[in-house]
C-alpha cells in the first residue's frame, strides 16, 4: 500500500479551511471526497456586474488531497470570506 502523507486527509484542516465531508469509502471509511463549505454557503465570487448566472458548482476535492490546491481556491474564489475566517 502506498502512504503520501502530505496529501492524505487531515480532519484538523476541515475547520481550518472550512471543508465539508462529502464521501466516505464504504469499507474503509475513510475520507475520500471533500468539499468547500465556503461555495457551499456562500457561492463562488464571481465578478460582479457580470450577466452570466452566477456559478452554483461547489468546488470539491477527492483523495488524495493537496491542500495547497485548497488553499488556492479559498485565496481565488472566497478572499472576503476567507480572510474573514
Ligand atoms: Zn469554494
Known amino acids: 500500500m502506498s502512504r503520501i502523507c502530505s496529501s492524505r486527509y487531515v480532519k484538523n484542516n476541515d475547520i481550518r479551511y472550512g471543508l465539508k465531508v462529502a464521501h466516505r469509502d464504504p469499507q474503509s471509511s475513510k475520507v475520500i471526497g471533500l468539499q468547500c463549505r465556503f461555495c457551499i454557503a456562500f457561492g463562488r465570487e464571481e465578478k460582479l456586474g457580470s450577466k452570466r448566472k452566477v456559478a452554483t ?21 472566497h478572499s472576503g470570506q476567507w480572510a474573514l475566517y
Open 57 to 77: 458548482t461547489v468546488q470539491g476535492w477527492s483523495h488524495p488531497f493537496r491542500y495547497d490546491n485548497i488553499e488556492n481556491h479559498l485565496r481565488n474564489h
